[in-house]
């Protein structure tokens, strides 16, 4: 069974100071992960994915197979980053290409 | 948002009351899926479909039904609505040429 952990339900920050959401998964095969993001009453968005290993509005996110990881980073966050963030798992293996998601952390940048 | 809406965007019913909730989609998508968001658990996959007629359950299907009888529609049935089912719904498509999955903005549902 594949499953990914968020442990932050909350993370608050100051503007200009670094950030980082965590993210951990459990699965025995070839993952691709995710991170979603939600603005406030807006449908889910694709931030980033660890295939493409690019960097979205500042973020970057690296896979550690070793460690079972792939934790959201940003060097200095802003006010408009303050939104829900996902990380979600899928496969080859995964039928439907179904997503499994994480409980969400809830991110706020203070002024 | 690849042409995905649901309807309706609100609804408030009550306990017992069947409740049937739509997801449409304009670009011909092969999977589609239904999820509900609920604080602490993130979103969870309710149930999915590979195609016309094809469907299969999801994490937390109990309580719920669905069905597809065309490629852009996926219906989403509450038989017999309870409390424990009020939360936000979402429908969402996989892009296989993107790889990823889209959207749609979500279904709030109250259950008194």
């Known amino acids: 069974a594949q499953r990914v952990t968020q442990p932050e339900k909350l993370l608050s920050v100051f503007k200009g100071a670094p950030v980082e959401l965590k993210c951990n998964y459990s699965?025995?095969?070839?993952?691709?992960l995710f991170w979603y993001v939600q603005y406030s009453r807006q449908r889910l968005q694709l931030l980033l994915r660890h295939i493409s290993r690019e960097s979205i509005k500042g973020f970057t996110a690296d896979l550690n197979k070793g460690e079972t990881s792939f934790h959201l980073k940003k060097p200095f966050a802003q006010e408009e980053d303050s939104a829900m963030y996902y990380c979600a798992l899928t496969s080859q293996e995964t039928s439907g290409s179904r997503l499994t998601f994480g409980e969400g952390t809830q991110l706020t940048v203070n002024p | 948002d690849a042409g995905i809406t649901q309807s309706p965007r609100h609804k408030v019913t009550e306990t017992g009351t069947p409740v049937t909730l739509r997801c449409h989609q304009t670009e011909n998508h092969r999977y589609m899926y239904w999820y509900r968001q609920d604080p602490g658990h993130g979103l969870r996959l309710i149930h999915y479909s590979y195609g016309v007629k094809d469907t299969d359950k999801g994490e937390v299907s109990d309580g719920y039904s669905v069905s597809r009888s065309k490629t852009e529609d996926f219906l989403l049935t509450l038989e017999s609505a309870t409390s424990s089912q009020t939360s936000v719904y979402f429908c969402a498509i996989w892009a296989s040429g993107r790889g990823e999955q889209f959207f749609g903005p979500g279904t709030r549902l109250t259950v008194l």
């Open positions: 699965y025995s095969g070839s993952p691709e």
